[in-house]
């Protein structure tokens, strides 16, 4: 080894001056953009608003709108049977918040959002075809 390759190996004597130098990651991460923040869900600037991830979307049949803002929609879907090995109908039905004005039989696409009641966890997002009179 050469004389400058083992000066740059030695400890260095002041670590009080290096621990000053040293930035933690949240720090190091505001110099290099300053709307991200290390702890995450904690968004700022450009970031507010923006949750990763898609949010679950699901199509289905207005089954009931007696309630107010609310109605049930039926989502089906087919499976197949593990033993008989036939696609077998499985239905789900899901309270959603509905600002749109949807009536019985209309065919909608609901999303997940946050818990707006008990059991209302979704809302209509469109009406993709209005039932017939």
Do not use: C
Not at 11 to 20: G, K, R, V, Y
Not at 60 to 77: F, L
Not at 94 to 113: L, S, W
């Amino acid at each position: 080894m050469s004389e400058q390759e083992t000066t740059d190996l030695e400890p260095q004597d002041q670590p009080q001056e290096i621990a000053e130098e040293t930035t933690s990651g949240e720090n190091l991460a505001r110099n290099i953009d300053p709307t991200v923040d290390a702890q995450p869900g904690n968004a700022q600037g450009s970031e507010v608003g923006k949750r990763g991830g898609n949010r679950l979307q699901k199509i289905g049949i207005v089954a009931s709108d007696k309630m107010e803002k609310t109605v049930v929609v039926r989502v089906d879907r087919l499976i197949k049977h593990p033993k008989y090995r036939r696609y077998v109908r499985r239905t789900s039905k899901f309270m959603a918040h509905d600002e749109q004005g949807a009536t019985i039989g209309d065919k909608v696409r609901i999303v997940e959002t946050r818990p707006l009641s008990a059991r209302k966890r979704w809302r209509v997002v469109e009406i993709l075809h209005k039932a017939e009179k």
